[in-house]
């Protein structure tokens, strides 16, 4: 199996001591729910949901129908669902999404296909308030 025709770019080698990257392969045919916790990359099919803390590349053979929730994900294949992530979300050239997308960022590329709602939640610390409140000036009274 060529790796690399799941993806537009190769893979990194993995990091020695590090966590490996899982690989579920385009003959692959799920029902029901996907958990992992670093990384995965998924050219097959699945009619359920995918739940991860870590990031997830749907590679461009690949037809996700159901709800996907990560940290982050590129999606190169075909989303029926909506997907929700706490980080990055990429909609690569080759992907057709048919559902609403929920992230911190959103990158869409040219000859994406997107139909559905999009919702971008700037991160949080930015937008956290001084921790000392600001008091309003005082005005000296008329005498």
Do not use: Y
């Not at 893979?11 to 579920?24: D, F, H, S, T, Y």
């Not at 739940?51 to 982050?72: D, P």
């Amino acid at each position: 199996m060529n790796l690399n025709t799941l993806t537009s770019k190769p893979m990194a080698e993995p990091i020695p001591g590090g966590a490996a990257k899982n690989v579920l392969a385009n003959d692959v045919d799920i029902k029901g729910t996907i958990k992992f916790e670093n990384e995965l990359i998924f050219d097959g099919k699945i009619e359920g949901e995918i739940l991860s803390e870590g990031s997830l590349v749907i590679g461009k053979n690949a037809e996700v129908r159901g709800e996907v929730k990560t940290k982050s994900v590129t999606v190169h294949g075909t989303v029926f669902g909506n997907i929700t992530v706490t980080e990055k979300a990429e909609l690569k050239s080759s992907s057709q999404l048919t559902g609403d997308l929920k992230a911190t960022r959103i990158i869409i590329e040219e000859g994406a296909t997107f139909i559905g709602k999009s919702e971008v939640t700037p991160n949080k610390a930015a937008l956290k308030s001084p921790s000392a409140p600001i008091e309003p000036r005082k005005q000296p009274l008329a005498a």
